[in-house]
């Protein structure tokens, strides 16, 4: 894991607002949004639940931000995939 998605990650368990380069954690309405170049990738609500998207951007960066926080994306044959099932680059899932 990279040293800023170790600051990102530290951010989003302590709820509080972060920026650093291209990614941002910032508080929402009910919980914490992970931001990368201004495009919402998560959201952590304050009830437990987690939602992520690639924001249409199927890039390394976006994905080593969303393993950091622990969704599962990869890729395949230049398809985004999460945890084993192929998924719309554009979607919202829960993780």
Known sequence: MRQIEKRMCAAVRE????KES???VRRVE???GVYLHGNN???FYDNGERFFSLAGWN???TRSRLNALGARVGQRNW???YD??????FGTYAF
């Open 15 to 18: 709820r509080r607002n972060w």
């Open 22 to 24: 291209n990614t941002e």
């Open 30 to 32: 009910g919980g914490t």
């Open 41 to 43: 990738i998560a959201t």
């Open 59 to 61: 890039t390394v960066t």
């Open 79 to 81: 398809e985004p995939y």
């Open 84 to 89: 084993g099932e192929r998924i719309d680059e």
